[in-house]
């Protein structure tokens, strides 16, 4: 089979690699049909992620059907359509009890990491009664490639702890995949006023089509995104502030931006240290929160897809066959040139 393969030295190719073959019990392989490219990916491409090592099929988003399953797996039989989720978890460890599906004692985020990913004809899957989502039916499978991740991301790290709620303020700080996705989840909880800070006006465009009441570029920095926002909030800041970069100037800006009582939910991998200002937020009565997805609110997010109450597909800008998955990466490691928010890979 083919698989798409981090070679290091910022180089990904599609290669032949061998079958994944069902080892544990638990496990299960999958003919993939679906899958799309993660800014993790290009993390990973760029030698960021060292655990990561050279020779791994990347990805961990798709959706796609059974081929096999181990002998304990109860839920799922060859030929069911299956949605993957980026977290494997065991659903019996301690964490796993507690949500922490993340720190999964025998999980956590093994697909494209410690395992071989979904950009590939095949992919195996561990714990696959846990990690695993059967299909609704009637839904466009590209929508749901969607809940492997980004989706999840924005609910759960950004809007569910920034505790978005009716009528609250909430402001965005980066209007990639991530951030656009907290956008629209965002909206299910009735907030009065959603701003979003970019510095990129196809991406503040989009996020205007996909709800945001006020839209600031900040490329002229800090203090006068800072003030544009208080402006826009009769000088409070917002009640919820979530962080969808991952730079200290986005971290730095976020803190300028929080109303007393507010939560800042950080959702951005940071690879460098950013300054926290406890001189200055110490008397706000506020909270901060950071961490991995969990995927425990993707029962729901399918759902909602199935009711048509939410629409993941408004992000895809680009779609591709899985033949040209080089090309792929090329358009998604360039986005703002191409435009490009999320690619499909389609299989056939
Ligand atoms: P992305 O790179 O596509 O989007 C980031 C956006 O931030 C871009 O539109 C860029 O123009 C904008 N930006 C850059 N610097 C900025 C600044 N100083 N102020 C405002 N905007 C700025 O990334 P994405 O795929 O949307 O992911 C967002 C973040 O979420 C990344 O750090 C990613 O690694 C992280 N992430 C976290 C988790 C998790 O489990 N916590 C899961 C997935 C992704
Ligand atoms: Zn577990």
Same mark, same amino acid.
């Given at each position: 089979?083919?698989?798409?393969?981090?070679?290091?030295?910022?180089?990904?190719?599609?290669?032949?690699?061998?079958?994944?073959?069902?080892?544990?019990?638990?496990?299960?392989?999958?003919?993939?049909?679906?899958?799309?490219?993660?800014?993790?990916?290009?993390?990973?491409?760029?030698?960021?992620?060292?655990?990561?090592?050279?020779?791994?099929?990347?990805?961990?988003?798709?959706?796609?059907?059974?081929?096999?399953?181990?002998?304990?797996?109860?839920?799922?039989?060859?030929?069911?359509?299956?949605?993957?989720?980026?977290?494997?978890?065991?659903?019996?460890?301690?964490?796993?009890?507690?949500?922490?599906?993340?720190?999964?004692?025998?999980?956590?985020?093994?697909?494209?990491?410690?395992?071989? /990913?979904?950009?590939?004809?095949? +992919?195996? $899957?561990?714990? !696959?009664?846990? &990690? @695993?989502?059967?299909?609704?039916?009637?839904?466009?499978?590209?929508?749901?490639?969607?809940?492997?991740?980004?989706?999840?991301?924005?609910?759960?790290?950004?809007?569910?702890?920034?505790?978005?709620?009716?009528?609250?303020?909430?402001?965005?700080?980066?209007?990639?995949?991530?951030?656009?996705?907290?956008?629209?989840?965002?909206?299910?909880?009735?907030?009065?006023?959603?701003?979003?800070?970019?510095?990129?006006?196809?991406?503040?465009?989009?996020?205007?089509?996909?709800?945001?009441?006020?839209?600031?570029?900040?490329?002229?920095?800090?203090?006068?995104?800072?003030?544009?926002?208080?402006?826009?909030?009769?000088?409070?800041?917002?009640?919820?502030?979530?962080?969808?970069?991952?730079?200290?100037?986005?971290?730095?800006?976020?803190?300028?931006?929080?109303?007393? /009582?507010?939560?800042?939910?950080? +959702?951005? $991998?940071?690879? !460098?240290?950013? &300054? @926290?200002?406890?001189?200055?937020?110490?008397?706000?009565?506020?909270?901060?929160?950071?961490?991995?997805?969990?995927?425990?609110?993707?029962?729901?997010?399918?759902?909602?897809?199935?009711?048509?109450?939410?629409?993941?597909?408004?992000?895809?800008?680009?779609?591709?066959?899985?033949?040209?998955?080089?090309?792929?990466?090329?358009?998604?490691?360039?986005?703002?040139?191409?435009?490009?928010?999320?690619?499909?890979?389609?299989?056939?």
């Amino acid at each position: 089979m083919k698989g798409l393969v981090y070679k290091g030295n910022n180089t990904v190719k599609l290669q032949e690699e061998p079958m994944p073959k069902v080892e544990a019990p638990t496990d299960a392989v999958i003919r993939m049909t679906k899958t799309t490219i993660c800014g993790s990916d290009l993390h990973i491409q760029r030698g960021h992620v060292p655990t990561v090592p050279v020779g791994r099929i990347l990805g961990h988003e798709g959706v796609g059907v059974i081929e096999e399953v181990g002998p304990s797996v109860k839920s799922f039989k060859k030929g069911d359509k299956v949605l993957i989720t980026a977290i494997s978890s065991c659903a019996a460890c301690g964490y796993c009890r507690r949500g922490m599906n993340s720190h999964c004692h025998t999980g956590g985020w093994m697909l494209g990491n410690t395992l071989g /990913g979904t950009q590939a004809e095949y +992919v195996k $899957v561990a714990h !696959a009664d846990s &990690s @695993l989502y059967a299909l609704p039916a009637g839904v466009d499978e590209g929508a749901l490639v969607m809940l492997s991740d980004i989706f999840p991301t924005g609910l759960e790290c950004g809007v569910i702890c920034s505790k978005v709620q009716p009528g609250s303020t909430v402001v965005i700080v980066g209007a990639g995949p991530v951030g656009l996705a907290a956008l629209i989840t965002s909206q299910l909880y009735s907030p009065s006023q959603i701003i979003v800070i970019d510095m990129d006006e196809n991406r503040l465009s989009v996020a205007r089509d996909l709800g945001a009441h006020h839209t600031i570029n900040n490329a002229s920095g800090v203090a006068e995104a800072a003030a544009a926002v208080l402006k826009l909030t009769d000088g409070i800041g917002c009640d919820s502030v979530i962080e969808a970069v991952g730079v200290p100037a986005s971290f730095e800006l976020c803190q300028k931006i929080i109303a007393p /009582g507010g939560m800042l939910a950080n +959702v951005g $991998v940071h690879g !460098a240290s950013a &300054s @926290l200002h406890l001189e200055d937020l110490w008397h706000h009565n506020i909270g901060i929160t950071m961490g991995l997805v969990d995927t425990v609110t993707v029962p729901m997010l399918l759902k909602l897809v199935a009711a048509k109450r939410l629409d993941p597909s408004k992000l895809i800008t680009h779609r591709f066959k899985f033949a040209d998955m080089e090309k792929a990466y090329a358009t998604f490691g360039d986005a703002a040139k191409h435009k490009a928010l999320k690619v499909l890979i389609e299989y056939d």
